[in-house]
């Protein structure tokens, strides 16, 4: 169990059972906070149930901008208690004022460790560098599969997010490419070549214009005969963002642009290959 399995279920338990707390002993809560009415700890207690509800549904399926979510509301909460500890708007005694500030800590916890947990997503153990893969089997053979992925100076017409390239010089080990999307263009060498098998391009992240916020980015596309009719590519991107807090904040956006750009350029080779 990792350090955000840990904290989810920790926040998860903590949330459902001070919502439970809530729900049924308000009377009392309100008591010791020295309010004469108890609706606002009802409607925190059933907040509280929907928001534990939220995170053990992360457990089950996890998407990282809902997480990114779950820990923003983490931190309002936190943010929300110091100011009233500070402001003192409401006739709190001084016991709520306590409970205020240990709740809030607990929740303050959960939420670093959370984050920690996010940004460590996708890390390669023990390297500050992320991987994504994205596979697919193809009822084609392996031959028919290569060409079709190998054909390099026409990757614009399957990739979604590549609207020209062109070949500068080169070919295999050693070509230099140059891909545009919109407004924004980059250029890439090729790596790895072992013809037939799989083949890698670095991006030159290091060039003033370049558009995106990544600090490196190789990707590697790979076939492998899986029958004598069936191929299965397998692609595979290692990057690092130019500052870490980008782990944080970008990637579960990013990741998700990724998914939908390798999941359609998959289908466009699939269709392009089984339809032949």
Partial sequence: MNILQIALIGNGIFSMSTGFFLLFFRNRVARWFGQEKSLVFLIIGLGLLYFSFSIFMQLKNLKLDELLYIIIQDFVWVLASTLILFIKPFNISPIGHKIIGIVAFVVCVFGVGQSIGLAQTDSIKNQNIKQLTFERIINTSKQNTWKAISNV????????????????????????????HKTDSWTEVATLWEEGEQYSFQVNTDAEDYPYPLKYLKGNWKVKEYSKSKTKITMTFNFTYKKKIYNLLIHPFM????????????????KELENK
């Fill in 153 to 180: 100076s026409n990757y614009h017409k399957v990739a979604p997010n590549i609207d020209s390239v062109e070949i500068i010089s080169g070919h295999g080990k050693g070509m230099v490419r140059s891909c545009s």
């Fill in 255 to 270: 990741k998700k642009k990724f998914n939908k750009i390798c999941e359609e350029l998959l289908d466009n080779w699939q």
